[in-house]
């Protein structure tokens, strides 16, 4: 094992904010998406980004957990760093970087949440209004009156 330094520890905070950063720009993006301004298509990319960032975020922390834990500079929680270690100025610096980053990240990741939980409740309200007008055999025509829907018999083209 290597020996590890403030100095790594600096740069893999650095990096791990970094990507942080990144990943709430594309938490933004996936909102715009959300609120209808583009494709599915590209919120189905959007998905597959932050599943990247997700992996590679996951790395990083496990980066950071490790640094840490060789330089014992671990709080009680060990992927939190040690009143000891904030006291070296640039972990401050990265730790401080790291949460504001996290907490936009947190904070827009509620917001999509929420935007999505709206869309799922009005497909499923709307589901139900046509599954209720399909079981009372009735639809609205192009001019917004009900009318009874034909039935149409097995076999015998209508």
């Known amino acids: 094992m290597t020996a590890h330094t403030i100095q790594d520890l600096s740069a893999a905070l650095a990096q791990e904010a970094e990507l942080v950063e990144q990943f709430v720009d594309v938490l933004l993006q996936e909102s715009n998406l959300l609120n209808g301004i583009d494709t599915l298509l590209e919120l189905n990319q959007i998905a597959e980004k932050k599943q990247t960032f997700a992996n590679r975020l996951e790395d990083c922390a496990k980066l950071r957990l490790e640094l840490l834990q060789s330089l014992n500079l671990s709080a009680d929680n060990p992927e939190v760093p040690s009143d000891i270690a904030l006291e070296h100025v640039e ?5 401080d970087r790291l949460m504001v980053a996290a907490n936009k990240a947190s904070e827009q990741n509620r917001h999509n949440g929420i ?3 709206v869309h799922r409740q009005y497909i499923d309200d709307s589901l139900a209004e046509l599954r209720k007008a399909q079981r009372s055999n009735q639809l609205y025509d192009a001019q917004g009156k009900t009318k009874a829907i034909r039935q149409r018999r097995p076999g015998v083209a209508g």
């Open 91 to 95: 972990i401050k610096a990265g730790w």
């Open 115 to 117: 935007i999505i939980s």
